[in-house]
């Protein structure tokens, strides 16, 4: 069976330091990848996502990049944070076609201080 | 351009009382419908999803939902809710290009005793 892992689970970094957010996904191959953001109180905002290895489409023009080095593995990254960038960060991930819809790994929770 | 409305931002139910969440889509052809919850703190699960075939779709912990074609909707509803379901609740559709998924705001639904 599928599954998903991302971490760390929560983050505590201080403005301006780096950030790095790892999801690897097992069980399936070439999946669509997905990263997305949860501000306190706010919806979901899609950040990037990627249909194949070093193919990263950016929705929202930002402080953060996304890679997809190998085909199970998307990264988000950013060289250095900002006090916005706090938030509850979420990897998904869905077969072509999205007939299963999403499947959410925990999340991370980033405090930028 | 596909969208999807949550009308109600926060419903307050009491314990064992009936449950229906409101979502309206806009969408050009038969839609991929979906509801996913969010415990806090916690990533989306995937509750139902709907296709094509019966409108009244089973989903886990005792969910269902029912598209209506006529009115554009996919309410989601439970017969007695448990404090257990106290969570947040998102519908979705699949965008134009079929990569992602078009997300609701969000219902919060809070459980009284």
């Known amino acids: 069976s599928q599954t998903i892992h991302q971490w760390p689970a929560t983050l505590v970094q201080p403005v301006g330091s780096p950030l790095s957010l790892e999801c690897t996904v097992e069980?399936?191959?070439?999946?669509?990848l997905y990263w997305y953001r949860q501000a306190a109180g706010r919806g979901l905002q899609l950040l990037f996502y990627?249909?194949?290895?070093?193919?990263i489409s950016s929705e929202v023009p930002q402080n953060l990049s996304a890679s997809r080095p190998q085909d199970r593995q998307f990264i988000l990254s950013s060289k250095k944070l900002l006090l916005s960038d706090s938030g509850f960060y979420l990897c998904?991930?869905?077969?072509?076609?999205?007939?299963?819809?999403?499947?959410f790994g925990s999340g991370t929770r980033l405090t930028v201080v | 351009a596909q969208s999807v409305t949550q009308p109600d931002i926060h419903i307050t139910v009491s314990e064992g009382a009936s449950l229906e969440l409101r979502c309206n889509y806009s969408?050009?052809?038969?839609?991929?419908l979906f509801w996913y919850v969010q415990s806090p703190g916690q990533g989306l699960q995937l509750l139902l999803k709907?296709?094509?075939?019966d409108t009244l779709v089973q989903g886990i912990k005792g969910f269902e939902a029912e598209f209506k074609r006529s009115q554009s909707s996919f309410n989601l509803r439970k017969p007695s809710v448990h404090w257990s379901d106290a969570a947040e609740y998102f519908c979705?559709?699949?965008?134009?290009?079929?990569?992602?998924?078009?997300w609701g705001a969000g219902t919060k639904l809070i459980i009284k005793p």
């Open positions: 998904a991930w869905s077969a072509t076609g999205l007939l299963s819809g999403y499947t």
């Open positions: 069980g399936t191959s070439n999946p669509n």
């Open positions: 990627s249909v194949g290895i070093g193919q």
């Open positions: 969408y050009g052809a038969t839609p991929y």
């Open positions: 709907y296709f094509s075939g």
């Open positions: 979705a559709v699949p965008s134009d290009s079929n990569y992602q998924l078009i």
